[in-house]
């Protein structure tokens, strides 16, 4: 699995992942709350060159990001383009992939461990009220194991369906798969349970 | 909230199987769709499947877990999407629609019978799989974009037929994995008196 981090040393790689994450959203409160005023725009392109330069990138970087999302810009625009002023409907996508792209920059200098911590330090006052933030974090580190094992599985449906010749539909395939999932899920619970988990 | 939820190890294990489940769903060429070139985000019936089969505490924590994840980092969204990004986006009613939808779904499913009946399923991922998506989804998107909420609504008609259809599918799909591996829908208090048959063979 490709992460979408891009290691480095600059000031934004070494903020703390919790205090990115608390910055962000004030930059893009700002930008959202500035909505359709004039200066929306302009503030939002400030904030985003910033962001970048404190993060070490390029304008390469930054190409690469907008042209990751082309799919979301096509997907506002054509949502709006119908009912509004052309002017209008770009102003507000701009506006909109300026926040989602700084939005990446948290991503792109926060090692994914990093960002589950925060999550889990950002949960541990909730203990008073029950929440039993240990368990969430092996839930996460569970997820992301399980998933390549997931994967493995609808591969081999795929491959014994196609050297059957049989017609590979959503619903054969889905039946099968969940199957094989929720076998795998009562095995992982034993073997927890074995190894005296909880 | 009255009721205090808490999840045993078979919910847990459950849980995370799920998100990986609906994780695999949007990786590209995971999954054949009626043979179709074009991709089509099949992603939100992994969501009604999560409500359905693991009801609506466990359901709505398994699309939760998953999105927990996207917001880490791992490009799990369909197309390789990920990070912190669709959160702040246009997207992000819809996400947060996912998780209440998935315990809307696991709410009308699961009241009362065990078995489930293919209305139940249906009814609930209309309502909770569509009504409740689009309902969180459109109008975060017309206050991110500042465009009129009824014009963006009806700008979503074009996904309405293709959701229809996948409530279809997770009906079908649904009624066949419980004749397949009924234990699947087994509820934890129930588990410890778990049957104990081996499970019904695999075929695929």
């Not at chain 1, 992942?17 to 959202?32: E, N, Q, R």
């Not at chain 1, 383009?81 to 792109?108: E, K, M, Y």
């Not at chain 2, 490009?75 to 315990?103: D, E, K, M, N, R």
Request: hydrophobic share 60%; glycine share 8%.
């Amino acid at each position: 699995m490709i992460a979408l981090y891009r290691p480095g040393t600059s000031l934004l790689h070494r903020t703390p992942a919790g205090l990115k994450v608390v910055l962000f959203m004030l930059v893009s409160l700002a930008i959202t709350v500035a909505g359709s005023t004039p200066w929306a725009l302009p503030l939002a392109l400030v904030f985003v060159i910033v962001g970048y330069l404190l993060a070490g990138f390029g304008a390469r970087e930054l190409a690469r990001q907008v042209f990751a999302v082309r799919w979301l810009v096509l997907f506002m625009l054509v949502a709006q383009i119908i009912f509004l002023p052309p002017l209008v409907a770009v102003g507000n996508a701009a506006r909109v992939l300026a926040v989602v792209v700084l939005a990446a920059l948290i991503t792109l200098t926060t090692r994914i461990p990093a960002l589950l911590d925060a999550i889990d330090r950002a949960l541990r006052p909730l203990r008073r009220v029950g929440v039993n933030s240990a368990a969430v974090g092996l839930l996460l580190a569970m997820t992301i194991t399980t998933i390549p094992v997931i994967a493995g599985f609808a591969a081999t449906i795929r491959e014994a369906q196609r050297a059957r010749g049989a017609k590979l539909r959503l619903a054969t395939f889905a039946v099968p798969l969940l199957v094989m999932s929720l076998k795998h899920s009562d095995d992982l619970a034993d073997a927890l349970a074995a190894r005296g988990v909880e | 909230m009255a009721r205090k939820v808490r999840f045993e190890l078979r919910d847990l294990t459950r849980i995370a199987v799920f998100s990986a489940i609906i994780a695999v769903l949007g990786l590209p060429g995971a999954i054949p769709i009626f043979g179709s070139p074009v991709p089509i985000v099949v992603q939100n019936l992994g969501m009604m499947l999560a409500g359905v089969v693991l009801g609506p505490w466990a359901g709505a924590a398994a699309v939760l877990v998953f999105e927990v994840l996207v917001f880490a980092g791992l490009p799990l969204l369909s197309g390789g999407h990920g990070g912190a990004a669709v959160f702040f986006g246009p997207t992000a009613g819809y996400l947060i629609g996912w998780v209440v939808g998935a315990f809307v779904i696991g709410l009308i499913v699961n009241t009362g019978t065990r078995k489930p009946q293919w209305w139940r399923v249906a009814l609930g991922c209309v309502v909770g799989g569509i009504v409740v998506v689009y309902g969180m989804g459109i109008p975060v998107l017309a206050w991110v974009l500042s465009a009129p909420i009824d014009k963006m609504a009806l700008s979503n008609v074009v996904y309405l037929p293709g959701d229809v259809i996948k409530v279809i599918v997770a009906t079908v799909i649904s009624l066949a994995l419980w004749r397949a591996y009924p234990q699947s829908f087994v509820r934890t208090a129930a588990v410890t008196a778990r049957v104990e048959e081996p499970a019904a063979h695999v075929s695929y």
